[in-house]
């Protein structure tokens, strides 16, 4: 797909489809040059009230006189209200359905945030750039996965140019992000037997290149490393697990470590899932796949700095080899661990991966993205990852990047008490605490792990994945975490300097 800016005034467009973003009930004069072209039949849409700039409203009109066939008058709500959520889900909205009516060619007048440039805009946000979010929001809402099928209408937006004579928007970091998260998103949603540990494997090789190095770990190269907690997980599996390492060196200094929950398919293993709803368990790879997402764009937009990438990859199966409860594995830290559910597998991956990290990179800060509990769900719904963690200054840096990208975080604590609830009779810890407080004591079990290296654990099991359209995150995988890393990356690159 093409994406522009283009330095022309709206008469001049040539897409077959002009977009005209309105605020609510206060615009009716910022496109009355083009109305008086085209024969006043936007003000006739206000006058009858029929369209009045409410948030997410859009009204088509069929238009001569100029270029454009089309005119979409597309709702921002009110100019007070105005946030950078707020234009994304407008520009998601928008584009979606006029990909679903048929329209190759779109072009979107900055027409009201000229005109108001002048005032506040009431974007805290830092960048204060509307286009920018209009066409980030748009372009993630076009994403559809048709892979397993021809697709339903076979319509596809072939170029996107936004109206302004803004040169600093950055089109290209855009482009990397949408690129990525579409990346991630595609990788969650095909289904556990075309992912498995092997192809996520294979996918990481096909990122090599300048500056990034890929070591994809099988089984015997795992149990040297002594990570039998993560091996554990694959035991009951026909597919052989995949320990994948991606290294970008892009800078000096301590490396951040980025580790990824990589479950192809959760089944439970021997603890085995309700039958109910166990087709959504593909999508417990999705922080390994954000991970992923964020090494491509890292390749892409050379941030200056080393970023690691580990996936601790593997398929949790019920089987003859598969691990049992009460068996007790050890990590590659030394530490044992008694399996009391083998469905609390995630963090057993993990232990593994945050030892692996420690062990052999001395990381500046560890960050992992789970699917890691139904609690999490349950928590804050799909409204917010939940964080926690033992590094403030990661926490704060992260907490900046959600409210930029909106991929929201909410801090749950780590109280020591939580210690009692993960206590072994036979081993260091176990490996499940019991219903009453699921979600921390998950990460507190990590905690045990990261030592004095700033770690933030981020459970994403309620944000993976939705079971509706959103504005602009259409049903299934959501790709969450993306954004979110590649903004906090951002962050740390500039206050290096
Ligand atoms: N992958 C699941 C968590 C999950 C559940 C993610 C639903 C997304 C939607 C994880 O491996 C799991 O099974 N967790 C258990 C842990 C329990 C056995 C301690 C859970 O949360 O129920
Ligand atoms: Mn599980
Ligand atoms: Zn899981």
């Known amino acids: 797909m093409d994406i522009s800016i283009k330095n022309i005034a709206e008469e001049e467009v040539t897409a077959d489809t002009l977009v005209l973003p309105f605020f609510e009930n206060n615009s009716a004069a910022f496109y009355d040059h083009l109305d008086s072209l085209i024969g006043g039949f936007i003000r006739k849409a206000l006058h009858s009230k029929e369209f009045t700039g409410k948030h997410k409203q859009l009204t088509l009109l069929h238009v001569q006189n100029i270029k454009a066939g089309r005119v979409l008058l597309a709702g921002l709500g009110k100019q007070s209200d105005l946030t950078a959520e707020r234009i994304r889900q407008t520009g998601g909205k928008a584009l979606a359905y006029l990909r679903d009516i048929g329209a190759s060619g779109i072009a979107v007048s900055n027409g009201v ?12 946000e830092a960048k204060n750039k509307p286009m920018y979010y209009f066409l980030e929001g748009g372009l993630l809402g ?4 048709e892979k397993f099928r021809k697709a339903e209408n076979g319509k596809e937006v072939k170029s996107v140019s936004i109206l302004a004579a803004d040169k ?17 998103r595609d990788l969650v949603n095909t289904p556990s037997n075309s992912m498995t540990p092997e192809t996520l494997g294979s996918i990481a090789l096909s990122l090599s290149g300048k500056k990034i190095r890929v070591k994809v770990l099988e089984r015997k190269e795992a149990e040297k490393e002594g990570m039998g907690a993560y091996l554990s997980v694959a035991g009951g599996s026909a597919e052989s697990p995949r ?10 200094g301590a490396p951040l470590v980025l580790i990824g929950k990589a479950i192809t398919f959760d089944s ?17 790879m999705a ?6 997402a964020v090494m491509r764009a890292a390749s892409e937009l050379e941030p200056e700095m080393n970023i690691i990438g580990l996936l601790p990859a593997a398929e949790n199966m019920p089987g003859g080899t598969a691990s049992k409860p009460g068996d007790v594995v050890r990590t590659i830290t030394g530490k044992t661990v008694e399996i009391i559910s083998t469905d609390a597998e995630g963090r057993l991956t993990l232990a593994d991966a945050i030892g692996y990290a420690i062990k052999h990179y001395k990381p500046m800060g560890m960050v992992d993205l789970a699917t890691l509990t139904g609690a999490c769900s349950i928590a804050l719904g799909g409204e917010a990852i939940a964080m926690m963690g033992s590094g403030p200054e990661l926490m704060e840096s992260l907490k900046k990047a959600a409210e930029e990208t909106h991929e929201r975080v909410w801090q749950m604590p780590l109280y020591d008490e939580y210690r ?41 099991a309620g944000t993976a994945w939705n079971d509706k359209d959103r504005p602009y995150l259409p049903k299934g995988a959501s790709g969450i975490g993306v954004r979110l890393m590649l903004d906090l990356l951002e962050g740390l690159c500039s206050s290096e300097k």
Do not use: C, Q
């Not at 076009?142 to 996965?145: A, G, P, R, S, V």
């Open 113 to 124: 945030f000229k005109k108001t440039a002048g005032d506040s805009l009431n974007l805290r």
């Open 243 to 252: 320990f994948i390492v991606v290294e970008y060196k892009g800078g000096k």
């Open 268 to 284: 439970g293993g021997i603890s085995i899932k309700p039958a109910e709803g166990m087709e959504k368990m593909k999508y417990d």
């Open 287 to 292: 922080g390994g796949a954000a991970v992923l």
């Open 142 to 145: 076009l994403y559809k996965f």
């Open 168 to 184: 600093d928007i950055p089109l290209r970091k855009l482009r990397a992000a949408v690129d990525a998260v579409n990346f991630a």
């Open 420 to 460: 009692d609830y993960i206590k072994s009779d036979v081993a260091d810890l176990k490996n499940a605490g019991g219903r009453n407080g699921s979600l921390v004591t998950a990460g507190y079990f990590l905690r045990e792990f990261s030592g004095d290296t700033p770690w933030v654990h981020l459970d994403i």
